[in-house]
């Protein structure tokens, strides 16, 4: 099964409108944590925001923020008042074991394009 | 304060050669990690250190693949006879010892013809 599931390959979305992405994970290890990266044409990952399992409050950085439904296993990334900037490829990941004994490194979705529209 | 750097950025080589990536983390971050992409995926995870130690190693990382970070600074990723199917660009990550976020660098696209 994947650890990290992005269902919208690609998506138009009308300049200064708000965009979801979806994200959903399938972890067995209670402490664990998320993000979101944003991927130019460039090739460059930018990290964008990031929540711990643990954390009690949905994470917020400026215009992003992470929809995170533990109980659905879901962190959708949300942008509020899209730019043409935003134009990009969108990845989720997980890092599984933060307390010990888990894997180092992320383990990635396949990523959604997203598309602004002046 | 700089971020990741990775040398070179692109890289075209023959079936057969050995290539060799160079990744600089942000200098205060003990931890490195190298991932693959291959067009239209996410980064797969290969390897990572944690200072000098090489802590973890993927499946994916076959005999041919070896990396090292022998001053616990930059790393190499060398790629013995490379095939088409090496194909892919190679993306190096940094963290500190209290963080859990990876900042990458820009990559180095390899080309195998």
């Known amino acids: 099964a994947q650890k990290i599931t992005q269902t919208q390959p690609g998506m138009f979305v009308q300049e200064k409108e708000a965009v979801t992405l979806d994200c959903t994970y399938d972890?067995?290890?209670?402490?664990?944590?998320l993000f979101w990266y944003k991927q130019p044409s460039s090739g460059e990952m930018i990290f964008l925001i990031y929540?711990?399992?643990?954390d009690q409050q949905n994470a917020t950085e400026g215009r992003y923020s992470l929809n995170f439904q533990k109980a659905r296993k879901s962190a959708n990334l949300v942008i509020s008042a899209s730019q043409l900037g935003d134009s990009a490829m969108y990845f989720c990941?997980?890092?599984?074991?933060?307390w010990g004994g888990g894997a180092d490194g992320l383990t990635f979705g396949k990523g959604t394009h997203l598309i602004i529209q002046p | 304060d700089t971020g990741v750097s990775q040398n070179p950025r692109h890289k075209i080589t023959k079936r057969g050669q050995n290539v060799t990536f160079r990744c600089d983390p942000i200098?205060?971050?003990?931890?490195l990690y190298w991932y693959r992409q291959t067009l239209g995926q996410g980064p797969e995870f290969l390897t990572y250190f944690q200072n000098e130690a090489q802590l973890e190693k993927s499946r994916l990382l076959s005999d041919r693949f070896s990396a090292e970070r022998p001053k616990g600074s930059f790393s190499t990723l060398e790629i013995q006879r490379t095939e088409q199917g090496d194909s892919a660009m190679y993306l190096c990550?940094?963290?500190?010892?209290?963080?859990?976020?990876?900042?990458f660098g820009p990559g180095t696209r390899l080309l195998v013809l």
């Open positions: 200098s205060e971050h003990n931890r």
């Open positions: 972890t067995s290890d209670p402490s664990y944590g």
């Open positions: 990941a997980m890092r599984e074991g933060l």
């Open positions: 990550a940094s963290s500190g010892q209290t963080q859990e976020t990876q900042y």
């Open positions: 929540q711990g399992s643990y």
